[in-house]
């Protein structure tokens, strides 16, 4: 494990950091769910449930993760109490999909168009991923460089997917 360089990454600094982060795999799995849906392939209500769904495992999929590494760490099975942080904090996966579910509903409510709407996803994921990069890495030590070069560097390996799917 890396040392600490730097006095000021708090404890409270680098919960925010991961607790930031764990937003990303929300993102990302939703952009790789994208990857083989087609415009008007399924209706709106399953295609809000099918986000839910998607952020749910990858929540739960967190959670094991998240467990595992913290026993790892300590060198012993954690309580049912003591990992509900754990558990907290990975809820935050689901915040995009639930973001993803709303906008699928608004655009069932105003009849927008698939091609419309799964252009508003991906360019709502992109800019998402380069904010979470950033936060990430600006909540620990208030340094812009280092947080745009981690945003950008994030935006640029999520744009894989992108190519991916126009290549597909």
Excluded: C
Aim: hydrophobic share 55%; proline share 1%; aromatic share 8%.
């Amino acid at each position: 494990m890396a040392a600490i360089s730097t006095e000021s990454w708090s404890v409270q600094r680098r919960l925010t950091a991961q607790r930031v982060a764990a937003i990303l795999y929300g993102v990302i799995s939703i952009m790789t769910a994208e990857l083989s849906v087609q415009g008007g392939e399924f209706g709106y209500t399953e295609t809000a449930l099918g986000a839910l769904l998607v952020g749910f495992a990858m929540t739960v999929t967190r959670i094991f993760i998240e467990l595992v590494k913290k026993e790892t760490e300590i060198g012993a099975h954690l309580s049912i109490g003591k990992s509900g942080a754990i558990v907290r904090d990975s809820m935050l996966v689901m915040l995009f999909p639930a973001m993803t579910a709303l906008l699928v509903v608004v655009a069932a409510l105003t009849t927008a168009k698939w091609s419309i709407l799964l252009d508003v996803l991906l360019y709502l994921s992109m800019v998402t991923v380069f904010v979470v990069g950033f936060l990430s890495s600006y909540v620990l030590d208030r340094e812009i460089r280092p947080a745009l070069l981690r945003g950008v560097s994030w935006l640029l390996l999520s744009l894989v997917l992108v190519v991916a799917k126009n290549v597909a």
